[in-house]
């Protein structure tokens, strides 16, 4: 009973996980929670205690981060062209590569069938000509050009609202801190707490909504364990029962302690209350959009039809692209390098039209785990370390007023 | 007079409705409102009583849920991708599959009497082979493409408007369980109230705009039987003679009361009371909005051109794409494998054509019954359950305030 | 002098208008008005006092309603599509048929010109094959599909714009009755009054920019006939000497009414004060935004550009779709039905075009006679009626407080 | 020194402008300000005071109005169609009309160098006919449909955008007259001034981005002539140094004036301030942004890839088109009518594309000075009178309280 | 140790930049800075003391400005269009130029191995004439205008949020010169300081996300150096240990000011705190956007695709467009003319589809250091003078109230 505990010696560069590996599934373990206990126990190993039933094997794994690119093209060159081309990480040629080595393995294969003449007769090699030119003719009954130019617009218009509505602490944090007055340890408490528990809300959410999330804390535990939520917390959510999803509750936590706040007199006026209270209840909002998001998606005819249109598209091309006709006469001498030409072309419309598509993939999803997905748990750390440094340990400090060298 | 009252056991299962055939048309019972009933009557069967002039008959159904596939596409894979597309349920090959059917069974008809000799003479055949030449010829004069584009893209606007006004309490439940004070049965009164209110206000505009709503509650009495209205208050509605929808009833009643309650000092001042005022009335004015979706549509013209235009050109396909043409020139061979390959690209191109409008036409009217469309039931309940939960049995609950692990 | 009085006794059916044809120009009378004032003099016939000069001769009109489509739609079909298509009000039927019949008439004359051998000698029927053939190549310069998606996509903004900002008085109502406090005749009076200004504000303004409106009200004497003004009032708004529209006026009625109310105590605090101001200038900014669409409209080289592209393109199709080419050259046997393809695909496509441009057009004036547009008329009545309703009516109403059937 | 004085008589008509030329360039004085001067003197002549150092002509010019058509398209018709195509002002044909005749001019030009006998040997005609043919096959390579239709697009957004913040003073005139209490000289001073500060800060600001105001306000001191500054606060503005532009200072000047009115209680409350404080923010915001959208344009290279896309394709019409083929075969019989079908067509096209480009220019500088640019000098005019009558003439005022027809 | 000193005379030209080449990187010193020092200390020369263990060389640099170019456009004429054409700065021509050389050169070295004799024999050189045939027949399939087209568009939503949240201090600045009363030391102090934080924030963001500002401040000494900062307060900043930006720190020191101004009864109200309050928090939270926007770009793959397709397309063109056909047949005299207008036409396409490409480039990261970007240093001078001004030199003015000339 009560879970396993393992030793192991902080590791040296922050940029890396700990995965613990858990009865199976992973759980990532963050170096700053780890540090933070260790610094307060005055020790160089950490302990993990893990939650009852697990048993864990701890190894490194590098965090992941958003890919940026803005340093690489802040002037238009070309030399920022090839510095943008020539990344993995995120990049097309990642994305594309399995499929585009897939496609030319099969396209080989169709070729080596039809151009040798182990397989095809003289009669038969006429009919697979005519066959093939029929269908290159009406390969552009498929419009792949506008769906996926309409469905990526709409699609990144989804995204914009998901990326605005993630949910940041500061704005509530600052007001916290400047309308909730006193340094006792009541008062400390009470900011350090409310604050905790808007991040506490966004990680239930986030667990339901991201894979990264869900993930790191696939149980209540873990996240009592990471330090979001307290055991006596946790208890008392669950104690509640409700067929629905319970996330309003560390909210009205929030609003609860509040309010008695205000009736204590550490909050001076009831338009602050007010303003703290539409502060984290926008917060909340933002939260709640992002449900809703995931409740109700696209409906899914739209991305079915899109890459369905795409993917039979070039398996089409397969037989369709081995004919080679200029003007619809076959070129008169025979020259083996003429059927690379369809070939070449073909592949770059499918590095194109294929990468285009993991566009729309990626971000349809945007909490998923792909390269260029929302850093989901380092928004989460950083909620929590950046919110509980504003409240309390920057409370009520100014530096002292001096004149600015304008002054005159 | 005074409605059948039938008696049953209670389902098992919470995910089956409780359909009750009333006169021909059907009503859609909750299990929750069931148990409560029981629960409280401290019986395993339910009574129901139905309104007057109704008989019924009671059968199980299968809740029905939005389509979500989030999961499916949280990485971009050839798995993610197959998974997308083998999916049934608000699918592109349910709601394009039958009229498919159709369009194979009068293209292989016309390729019957076209192809075999019993029916058309040589003269004919020629003449035959001529018209669905020039019928192919000026098939492109449809502009199918970029209609489609821009209308989906039009309405998918519009969808997201509505989308965005469809109506939750939480914000408001959670100001009202903290700015009205008071534990006793009064104070509880009257929140439980003023929110039911707001649900009940959702409840009516609902059944005039979601046909599954309608059909849950075909009359008021069917509303409160579910306990979204009581008696009393059926009555007060229905005195107010109006020639105009009276939707505004529920939410004047919430004002009144939010109101009494500053003049009884149970709402702690001016500026508390004007933030649940302008709560309230920021979740009236969302469904307003919805209403008003409803009185206006996009003008008929626009879907009717879009859809008579897939239409028709798929119609015209039957003729014009049995013509077998290479580079206007039928091939020399007769092969009768020839004529398969403009079928099959046209029923390509009708998967995904008809699955795109099948998209605008299911977005255009997203409070329907298709399988992507908002449940507007299950919202209804929700707003109910979880408000009664926030507003009654969890105010002025917080956990008892301790120091987080991070605390220094 | 003093204008005409007749007597008619009042329709059974309230959705008939009683059209009043006042020297030439026909006025609009609402029965609801009428059933008011007979009503109220216990009569069944109603007395029209005519404003001076004017003589009136009075007929029955049905009340059109903007086409609503919603029940049609709401799960995607065959029959659904079928039923979308037969409506007659509103419909591509009903806006292109005028313009395709005459377009036929034109096609048949020329065609039956080239055609018989009474007009054209061999010689010009060469020159006029190639001519034709000429025309039908170039056609293609015309870039009717993108110039009528981009244009269509830019008016559904602003229609959108337009119908956010239409006015509806509910929220403002529902402020004043719950913020002015008072059952006396004096509070009713200044509740009513205030919510009549704003109503009064949307007439004068709808009368500029909407015909339906205009057409009811031609002058001042006829919003007075109608009761939105009273005979004071107008007198009072007539004495203000400016160059520039005067709406503002009645809005400024309000605002001094609602200080006084304060003054005298009616309204219990500052901050309620302030919102009903808002509410009330929230209302009239979105009047004020209809003022400026129709300031300044989209410029008028685009709907020119875009409607003369469409109109000169199928000019040109009634000399161009004459030929008859399959891949460029004469189909070998004469066959007279081969002419009946290129304008059967013609005519498809002046459907789909005009149809579509039929949209932008009835878009670009959403306040006008078209069956698609808003019924303002009735939005205005709506208005008053629900308003004064919710003022006066419902002021301080409330259910008795009873315990939900949830309650435990 | 002082500047010149001259003496006219009033115009009778008020559309008219009275265009002052001074010192070459052209400043307008609009009658309202010269009536107002007149009847104040009791005259019917009026006189102007010239700023230093100039000397003036006046003449007479009609007043320009954006390009209204609304009435036109009220409902769908062939009628309406006619009428918005006969339009002059603003219209296509005058925007289009001088390059059109340029190009047909040119057109002409080279049509008698290549088809008549004189300049041309035989020889250079087959290159010629080849080199024509050439270019006619490579012009779709500019891709002009896409590039303006999504140009359009984005700067139609960027149009919206600056209508939307232009700026109206109903809204903060209205605030104004409800919240400063007093009839007394100096309350009546303190509005009136707060509001022409405002239109002030308007005045200062279009001056820099709209030629149209620039050219009526070449100094300050024509702006204090025109009435809406005082000499006293010119002096005062001119007093302040500052590098960067200093439209902030009026709007300070109001914030200071509301301050002390709020001090001296002519305000009654701090939330009413607050209240008139945010309105003018606002105001000021949106002027604001004005400025910005002037400051940072859409990138040069846009419009510039745009239109020098359009205007280099007809340029090379100019050569392309001469070539008449019918599929890739001159005629058989040498018509000299056939060379006209490419002519016509390119002109067509011309108009069509020339003119789209037209609604992108236009749009581009809405405060510039073509015929459907924002009437800005009309707006300053418009916003002082109407903004001084709302807050001097009508302050405190409302018709006598009345029972309305509908009172029961 | 404590950095070198330099002395230089001030130039004269407010419109240079001073660089200061600090240890390799170049730093640039604004010349009102400098300005301020030397008046103060009476003198023309000035001194720069550098940071510890730098050296400097001071050199002089333009100050470069965002491109404007609204007054070209301000009517729409043939003028206005060579005008926008012939400009250099941020045009067409400076950013396609280049590639536009290389792509010719290249271009060039292929039609010579190509066209003369000395490089291929017949036999390959009709291998070649297939080759390229065959190359050009396929490019199509690379959907250019598509992908350019939706991806500008994209990028230019995201364009104009950076732009809208790029940070002015007017509408504060106002507010804290209203609000914040007192003309004694202590009071300016506060809302000086109050104000510089603010515009701190603004320098440490910009530092992050845009190379200019970077150059400009490489070290928090330089931004102490130039005024932004004191030295107390940089110890201040550094002394917080946090592994996030601590961007909140001026924001809360500002918070902390408030509210102690209004506990020492400098603000009047609590609702004027708040407004204050809410208006530097709004501030901050575009501010904020900012890093999001840097923290989140639009998918890697996005752009990579876009600018891939358009380089190999043109790099493709360079055989491609060798082959010179006129429908399919090469023309049957040999002018060497003939192969001029491929290229030509190619040329063309290339300046216009790179330059449509660079629009994109550009605008993706418009804090970069192309000739469009926004000139952020410009901003940070211009809201430290602009609200230094309104905060303390304009604080408490307005003009002797005088009536108008409208007054009557």
């Known amino acids: 009973m009560g879970g396993a505990t393992c030793w192991k010696y902080l590791p040296k560069l922050l940029s890396l996980h700990i995965c613990l590996c858990?009865?199976?599934?992973?759980?990532n373990v963050w170096?700053?929670?780890?540090?933070?206990?260790?610094?307060?126990?005055?020790e160089k190993r950490f302990r993990l205690t893990l939650p009852p039933n697990h048993t864990g094997v701890i190894t490194c794994r590098r965090r992941q981060m958003t890919v940026s690119y803005n340093l690489d093209v802040s002037s238009t060159s070309i030399i920022a062209f090839l510095k943008l081309q020539l990344r993995w990480r995120g990049s097309i040629w990642k994305s594309v590569m399995k499929e585009l080595v897939i496609f030319t393995t099969l396209f080989a294969f169709v070729t080596t069938v039809y151009r040798t003449n182990y397989f095809l007769s003289e009669e038969q090699r006429k009919f697979w000509d005519n066959?093939?030119?029929?269908?290159?003719?009406?390969?552009?009954?498929?419009?792949l050009t506008f769906m996926l130019g309409?469905?990526?617009?709409?699609?990144?218009?989804?995204?914009?609202?998901?990326?605005?509505?993630i949910g940041w602490v500061d704005n509530t944090a600052l007001l916290l801190a400047t309308y909730i007055r006193g340094s006792d340890e009541k008062s400390r408490l009470l900011r350090r707490n409310i604050l905790r528990y808007m991040v506490l809300t966004q990680v239930m959410i986030f667990r339901d909504i991201?894979?990264?999330?869900?993930?790191?804390?696939?149980?209540?535990?873990?996240?009592?364990?990471?330090?979001?939520?307290?055991e006596a917390e946790r208890e008392k959510y669950e104690e509640l029962q409700l067929k629905y999803n319970k996330y309003f509750l560390p909210i009205q936590w929030c609003f609860t302690l509040l309010y008695e706040?205000?009736?204590?007199?550490?909050?001076?006026?009831?338009?602050?209350l007010n303003e703290l209270i539409k502060s984290v209840s926008d917060f909340r909002r933002g939260l709640g959009q992002l449900c809703n998001f995931d409740w109700v998606p696209i409906p899914l005819v739209y991305p079915q039809v899109v890459f369905l249109a795409v993917r039979s598209y070039f398996f089409l091309c397969l037989i369709a692209r081995q004919s080679v006709l200029i003007?619809?006469?076959?070129?008169?001498?025979?020259?083996?390098?003429?059927?690379?030409?369809?070939?070449?072309?073909?592949a770059l419309q499918?590095?194109?039209?294929?990468?285009?598509?993991?566009?729309?993939?990626?971000?349809?999803?945007?909490?998923?785990?792909?390269?260029?997905?929302f850093e989901c748990n380092f928004l989460l750390d950083r909620n929590l370390a950046v919110g509980l440094t504003i409240v309390d340990d920057c409370y009520n400090e100014a530096p002292a007023q001096q004149k600015d060298i304008f002054w005159s």
């Open 22 to 27: 858990v009865s199976g599934s992973v759980v």
């Open 31 to 42: 170096p700053s929670v780890l540090r933070k206990h260790c610094e307060k126990a005055g």
């Open 131 to 143: 066959f093939s030119a029929l269908f290159d003719q009406k390969l552009d009954y498929i419009p």
């Open 150 to 165: 309409f469905f990526v617009t709409i699609i990144v218009g989804r995204w914009n609202d998901i990326f605005n509505n």
């Open 210 to 230: 991201s894979m990264q999330v869900r993930r790191r804390f696939p149980t209540l535990e873990t996240v009592v364990a990471a330090g979001f939520m307290l």
């Open 261 to 272: 706040a205000r009736t204590q007199g550490k909050i001076g006026a009831d338009v602050m």
């Open 327 to 346: 003007d619809g006469e076959p070129p008169k001498d025979n020259n083996p390098v003429y059927p690379l030409v369809p070939f070449l072309m073909t």
């Open 350 to 373: 499918f590095i194109f039209y294929v990468g285009w598509m993991k566009v729309a993939e990626s971000l349809m999803n945007p909490l998923g785990e792909d390269d260029d997905d």
